[in-house]
Structures are given as C-alpha cells and as structure tokens.
C-alpha cells in the first residue's frame, strides 16, 4: 500500500513539473519576443534619425556657397573691368582711325613731317615704310603693288627735283582731311596723298605733273 501511494505520488510530482516547465517555456518565448521586437524598433528609430540628420546636412552644404564660390565671384567682374580696359588699350596704341576725318591735325602733321624727312634724305625704303599697297606711283604705268616693288624704281626715278622741291615747301600744320585723304604738297600737280588705310595713316598716291 505505502509503495503505490508513493508511485502515486511520484506520478503526481512529474505531471506538476511538467506543468510548471511547460507554463515557463511558454511565459519565456512571448517575453523575448517582445524584447526584440522592442530592440529592433529602437535600432530602426536610431538609424532614420541618422539617415534624416545626414541629409538635412548634405542639402544646408548643397544649398551654401563656399567661401571659394563667393571669393571667384566677387573678383569676376575685376577681371572683366581689366580685360576691357587692357582690350581698349591695345585698340589706342594701334590708332584705330575710322576714316580721315578722325585724324587729329597733329597726328596729319607728325605724319607728313615723316614723308618729308624722307623725300629730303631721298630714303627710298623709309617712304616705302610709311606707304600702303597696293600703291599708285605716276612713274609706273601698273602701279606698285609691293614695298620691294617701289624700291625697284629707284630713288632717282621717284624723287623728281619737281616732287622734292613741292614736299620741301608743303605746309605740314594746315592740312584739311577729305575723302581721298591729306594732300602734301606746295600747290602744284608734284604731291604725296596719304590717308587712314585698316585704321592708320599710310601713303596711297605719289603724283606728278
């Protein structure tokens, strides 16, 4: 009798334990659960705010000029003023005449005191420098088309005692500018006509009568 009341009871024991292991096993898995899922909301949480702050700040670096974007765009229009000022210097030093009528009386007789000086010292390649080609020449049937071409000629043919002595006693201060240019000479047929030519004074025309 004592050993079925203790089997009983051993049987009741194990049912008991069993009970009890069973209700813990499930109470632990709800609870862990519930404890990842916890976690894992936290960790998403965390990484979008991260995600959201690096592009608040990408698009605040994206939407601010640099200080170097500010410093170039500052000194663009300096660059702009010297390369126009530079450019508007270029076109004073090469004269730029739109026609005669633009020519100063002083720069006419700076002009003419060149042809002069080289009519009187009979320099056939300093008048040829200060002409434009092609060029009309009263001794040369088809003109002159080349500066080689006028020394050609020679000083003899085209420094005539006629042109030479018109040059001589031409009035340099007093030239009136038309439309075929300044005529230097004394009055006679024995003249050197010069006029703007691609924006500067050049000879154009040795006359003779």
């Keep these: 009798m004592k050993k079925i009341t203790a089997f009983f009871m051993a049987l009741t024991m194990c049912a008991y334990l069993a009970a009890c292991g069973g209700t813990n096993e499930e109470s632990a898995v709800p609870q862990t659960e519930t404890e990842t899922q916890q976690s894992t909301d936290a960790q998403t949480e965390t990484e979008t705010q991260q995600t959201t702050a690096g592009e608040s700040t990408a698009e605040e670096s994206q939407s601010q000029p640099t200080k170097e974007t500010q410093s170039a765009e500052e000194t663009q229009p300096e660059a702009s003023e010297g390369t126009t000022q530079a450019a508007s210097e270029e076109e004073s030093a090469q004269g730029g005449y739109e026609d005669n009528f633009a020519v100063d009386s002083a720069a006419a007789a700076e002009f003419a005191e ?6 009187a010292a009979q320099d056939l390649e300093a008048l ?7 060029l009309y ?5 088809d003109g002159v088309s080349s500066r080689e071409d006028l020394i050609a000629l020679g000083a003899e043919a085209v420094f005539t005692s006629g042109l030479s002595a018109s040059i001589e006693a031409a009035d340099t201060q007093n030239l009136t500018p038309s439309m075929a240019g300044f005529v230097l000479s004394d009055g006679s047929g024995n003249n050197i006509i010069f006029s703007v030519v ?9 006359n003779y009568e």
């Design 114 to 119: 060149q042809i002069k000086e080289a009519v």
């Design 128 to 134: 040829a420098d200060l002409a434009a080609y092609p």
């Design 137 to 141: 020449v009263g001794i040369a049937e």
């Design 198 to 206: 691609d924006g500067e004074l050049a000879i154009q025309g040795i």
